[in-house]
């Protein structure tokens, strides 16, 4: 598999050879479980105090703020049924804000909670794929009680003004005299983008070890003191109470190790990768003019470029990359198998005609001049052959 | 770490090597995300199926029915509230029957529950710890929409009679005339037990890899086709839509390899654990012969010896087993950190001077003659100074 040409980091990342061999050692003969009391329990038990503090220490946070969970998709699901439940409990409300153009973790937790009697709120965005920041006022109301926004969109590389959303969000809550926990799904962007919390401005936070050269099956869940949560996986005490069942310990060490790692090299990981994707995007336009970058093209990933190519398929386009030892995507890798166009452009406007042929490329400073140029002497006979495809009726 | 003698495989058990060397491709190259399309992400995906044949294989079922989760506590979570939630939606019930004596991601699973409205039937054990056949009839009611029984016991080892209970609770459900599904809590004795489905009379089965050799972070959910279920992991659409999030590839492909290791070996580990369990025993009850055997001596798993020091302290024992280099535990290494004396016991009318003074030796095929010799050798010290420090009035 190594003579792939990896055009979809987005999607997954290879593990970075320093994490698995700090792992390797909880895969051998560290194998305690950190919940007994022996010798052997408490190695892997520090081995986990000690990756709980390079994580808060990332997330300018205190370690008893940091849940590890088995992923992204499990720390979104947490975040938001957790904090919706106690507030519903509590009697404090059941009204979610969120945005158009989340990840399915996030819409599919909150149709989850629609069941439970929740009302949810999708903020708009525009063309460029910013939330529309004067909706967050009129969707916040006396019965809201969380906020879930991404920060770095996975399908278009979008990100949103973190900072900024969350101080229109404190001063709509401090008018309607109320807490409204702000969570965020900061999946996508951890290798370019700060994971200081503070400086997002919010009160949870989502993480996904595989997207930044971590373990699959890995993750975190930042939660602000104070937030209301009621734990979704009952059990046994680990994490505080906050999640239960025994630690992954490999996982863990793993995920704290690759997120030091992503977060010390992001200015260096965004000026290598915004140089190689400028490139690659110039190439895509002059070799076929008519095709179109979704989303804002300043505030975006560095890593990221989504195109469509009007009156084409992108399952077609996918394939005949693949033949050609390209791997790409059609926006998310979640959606690939469902096959419905993307909500995220949809809800950016783009017609469905152009939704429907919509590559993503995602890369990484692995990626090379050369793998660029393969994809580029590629792409347009691709994109020319399944035009010609759609255009053809089935015989 | 080598040195420790090992008396805690009911905690955790190492993993297996070959097992590991089975998962170090997905910890390397083969790294693509199973949901994308192209030929990296076939090899992911392809070797999920085949991790999935080989768990339907053995546990009797269609692939279909096997779910791969983060471990043992998730996949207990998702079936107690999946199936319970599901259930309450189309206002089928809320009443859920247990055994006092579950673990306590059962039982909390079940304390979650009420929150939500349903209530909780406890079946009562005997001091045998056997779950009482005649209870089940009272207990089971035209609310009734779970029943969750655990196999084998963590702490004593007592296994069920899972077919009689099975059949007690269809012809129940028959009486009553409407579907109750049966889960149990399979975590324990995979290693001893056989996993069929069928054989077992369950509708969900709950597995966790890291007891049987697999990695920690890994299990299975067991999902009879029919049985009513709300997925509790909202996402994307893997695992069919009842588990959302990106697999834990390498974790899946251990979990199944560990569960063919163990479920093709589990003749030769019972009759080799049951040989060297039974030295054990014989030696503690001669050592010391006030100690009291907690469970069925006969309906037992074959690695398991659970012994109550009336008069001693659990904790101090095991403090002093630890400074010897011998790991046990005090029943269950989730219960360590709060320190309270089991709930199995007081289930089972151990006493409570009894129950705090118990420790769990549980044993593998790696275990020795001269292991066993050097904890009979450190025992009964180890008694004697923790009576003697109980009994003294601290200064």
């Known amino acids: 598999m190594n003579d792939t040409i990896y055009f979809d980091y987005a999607a997954t990342t290879p593990l970075h050879p320093d994490v698995r061999d700090a792992m390797l050692p909880y895969l051998n003969d560290e194998f305690g479980n950190p919940s007994a009391t022996y010798a052997l329990a408490q190695a892997a038990q520090e081995a986990i105090d000690s990756a709980r503090a390079t994580v808060a220490d990332l997330l300018g946070c205190s370690p008893n703020e940091v849940i590890f969970t ?7 699901n947490a975040a938001i049924k957790g904090v919706a439940f106690a507030q519903q409990l509590a009697r404090a409300g059941n009204q979610i804000t969120t945005s158009a153009i989340e990840h399915h973790a996030v819409l599919h937790s909150c149709q989850y909670l629609e069941k439970f009697g929740f009302e949810i709120t999708h903020l708009p965005v525009g063309q460029d794929g910013l939330v529309q920041m004067s909706s967050i006022s009129s969707a916040l109301n006396e019965d809201t009680v969380l906020v879930s926004i991404m920060t770095a969109n996975n399908e278009v590389g979008v990100i949103q003004p973190m ?81 239960a069942g025994t630690e992954n310990v490999a996982g863990i060490v793993g995920t704290a190790m690759a997120l030091e790692i992503a977060q010390s090299s992001r200015q260096n990981y965004s000026a290598e990768c ?55 995507s059609a926006g998310s890798a979640c959606n690939e198998e469902t096959l419905e166009p993307s909500h995220v452009l949809l809800a950016m406007d783009v017609p469905l005609s152009r939704a429907v042929g919509t590559l993503r490329f995602s890369i990484s400073r692995r990626t090379t001049q050369s793998d660029i140029d393969r994809l580029l002497e590629v792409l347009p006979g691709v994109v020319d052959k399944s035009r010609l495809a759609a255009a053809t009726p089935a015989s």
Do not use: C
Not at 70 to 76: A, D, L
Not at 188 to 206: E, K, P, R, T, Y
Not at 296 to 313: C, K, Q, T, Y
């Open 70 to 76: 088995s992923g992204g998709t499990e720390s979104i």
């Open 163 to 243: 900072a900024e959303l969350s101080r229109a969000i404190r001063e709509r809550a401090s008018h309607l005299n109320r807490q409204i926990p702000f969570h965020t799904d900061a999946v996508q962007g951890a290798n370019a983008l700060s994971v200081n919390v503070d400086a997002l401005g919010v009160d949870a936070l989502s993480l996904s070890a595989h997207k930044f050269g971590g373990p699959k099956g890995a993750g975190v869940l930042y939660l602000r003191r104070g937030t209301p949560f009621l734990s979704q996986q009952s059990g046994g005490g680990q994490e505080r109470q906050r999640r």
């Open 274 to 328: 915004q140089e190689l994707r400028d490139a690659l995007l110039s190439g895509i336009m002059a070799a076929i003019p008519d095709a179109t970058l979704n989303g804002d093209a300043e505030r975006r990933l560095p890593n990221n470029v989504n195109v469509s190519f009007s009156g084409s398929d992108a399952r077609i386009m996918l394939e005949l990359l693949d033949e050609a030892g390209i791997a790409a």
